[in-house]
């Protein structure tokens, strides 16, 4: 492995160990900073699932937000959309999906070691 493979790879690896993050206004006018989970195709919708970080850059509480999420194919560059997600039978679907996400997680963490 030449020098530069060697600096891409370590590159990408500290690209993916960094988390995504997005900023968003709250109903009461405050700014959250919250990490990417994952985004969870429901019923062939998306959604994203959210953790909320404290000033320090925690979440202490374990906390998890979710969303109805939507990008513009015709132009990739557009800011995606949030949106609330409306019904409690809808919520309950997404959670049931970032469960098994969850736990599918857990499992390819297992195996790797």
Known sequence: MS???KKSTQEQEELEKEEMTV????????NVTCAVVTILTVSE???IALLPLDENGENAEGEVWFYRYSENPEDPNEEPELGY?????????????FDE??????FDELVEE
């Open 85 to 97: 997600i409306e019904s409690d039978e809808e919520y309950e679907a997404v959670e049931e999906a």
């Open 101 to 106: 996400f969850l736990d599918a997680a857990e």
């Open 3 to 5: 020098k530069n493979e």
């Open 23 to 30: 900023e968003l206004e709250l109903d009461d006018g405050s």
């Open 45 to 47: 919708k998306d959604y």
